[in-house]
């Protein structure tokens, strides 16, 4: 087994939970920013 094996399989997974960590940070700005308008 070469050193760049497992690389692309566990770089592709990386850009997943990448992107879905942002869409849950967006999902959360979305939801402070309704509370907070609604405090308002």
Not at 2 to 20: F, S, Y
Not at 29 to 38: L, P, Q, T
Request: glycine fraction near 8%.
């Amino acid at each position: 087994m070469g050193r760049g094996d497992r690389a692309p399989v566990r770089w592709a997974h990386d850009r997943e939970r990448k992107k879905k960590a942002r869409e849950k940070r967006k999902a959360a700005e979305k939801y402070a920013a309704r509370k907070a308008a609604k405090r308002g």
